[in-house]
Nanobody, 124 residues
């Protein structure tokens, strides 16, 4: 059974930091791109960040550029999202996902596997 399990969410004050982790099991995802998405209450799910299969390429949604950093450890089958200088508008459920191919992609429909999500709440 293929699973992606996120962890690291929580409540933090504006300006603080959190590090989200996503652990994959059931198969290796070292040959595909990985991504993070988020969904705030009453809003559609949106792209946050993506990383290529080998970590050489990354891409970020404009509002998180310079504050968030995506990374991966293929030996451990994990992907992480370091979130700094958090803002209240970053409050959402964050999901990690595995893409269908190796290169970065921001389109959610190109992602085959999804985690259950982890809640991030940023207070003002």
């Amino acid at each position: 059974q293929v699973q992606l399990v996120e962890s690291g969410g929580g409540l933090v004050q504006a300006g603080g930091s959190l590090r989200l982790s996503c652990a994959a099991s059931g198969r290796t995802f070292s040959s595909v791109a990985m991504g993070w998405f988020r969904q705030a209450p009453g809003k559609e799910r949106e792209f946050v960040a993506t990383i290529s299969w080998n970590g050489d390429s990354t891409y970020y949604e404009d509002s998180v550029k310079g504050r968030f950093r995506i990374s991966r450890d293929n030996a451990k089958n994990t992907v992480s999202l370091q979130m700094n200088r958090l803002k209240p508008e970053d409050t959402a459920v964050y999901y990690c996902a595995a893409a269908q191919w190796a290169t970065v992609t921001i389109q959610s429909h190109w992602y085959d596997y999804w985690g259950q999500g982890t809640q991030v709440t940023v207070s003002s």
